[in-house]
């Protein structure tokens, strides 16, 4: 799954700072953590609007790689 981090860190952090982003679709792709996880984590670090910018950030990651598996799985074989 190819993430466009550093876009989606933009558009909510206005800067290139993908970590959340990243946070989120390794949580989505691999089940090692939780999103709730990584939304616990982010509010341990951060707090106001730094924090809801990058919980968003994490959050689209994660349904954007649990929508395109849910569509792989869907997608007939070739």
Not at 15 to 24: D, E, I, K, M
Request: charged share 15%; proline share 4%; no cysteine.
């Amino acid at each position: 799954v190819t993430v466009q981090a550093t876009e989606m860190a933009m558009q909510h952090l206005k800067r290139p700072l993908p970590n959340a982003v990243l946070l989120g679709g390794l949580a989505a792709l691999s089940g090692i953590v939780t999103l709730d996880a990584v939304v616990h984590a982010i509010h341990d670090t951060f707090s106001g609007a730094v924090a809801a910018a990058n919980v968003a950030a994490a959050t689209e990651a994660f349904e954007f790689v649990q929508q395109h598996q849910q569509e792989r799985a869907h997608a007939p074989a070739d």
